[in-house]
């Protein structure tokens, strides 16, 4: 079975920086689109960023370019999405994310189409 490990989240002032790890277990670490996605109360869940595991390709939502950058350590298993000059408005839970099937596009638009997710951490930053 699948599972997928957040952490990191917590509280930061804007402009601060956090870093969130999301470790997979329960398969191999290859042939996966690995994805952030992140929802704020009352709004829908929202693509942040991707990864494939074979390759590196990375996607980021518009919002985040330039200020957040997804990596991966293969032989730990495990995804980071480093978040830097936050903002209020990057305040939500953060969730983790993995499909086998989406390794062509590794797309973010369609977030239910990821078959594996986390239990979420939370982020929120204090203007």
């Known amino acids: 079975q699948v599972q997928l490990v957040e952490s990191g989240g917590g509280s930061v002032q804007a402009g601060g920086s956090l870093r969130l790890s999301c470790r997979i277990a329960g398969r191999t670490y290859s042939s996966l689109c690995m994805g952030w996605f992140r929802q704020a109360p009352g709004k829908g869940r929202e693509g942040v960023a991707t990864?494939?595991?074979?390759?590196?390709?990375?996607l980021y939502a518009d919002s985040v370019m330039g200020r957040f950058t997804i990596s991966q350590d293969n032989a730990k298993k495990t995804v980071y999405l480093q978040m830097n000059s936050l903002k209020s408005e990057d305040t939500a839970v953060y969730y983790c994310?993995?499909?086998?099937?989406?390794?062509?596009?590794?797309?973010?638009?369609?977030?239910?189409?990821?078959?594996?997710w986390g239990e979420g951490t939370q982020v929120t930053v204090s203007s």
């Open positions: 990864i494939l595991t074979d390759g590196g390709t990375t």
């Open positions: 994310a993995a499909d086998q099937y989406l390794t062509r596009s590794c797309s973010m638009e369609v977030p239910g189409l990821f078959d594996h």
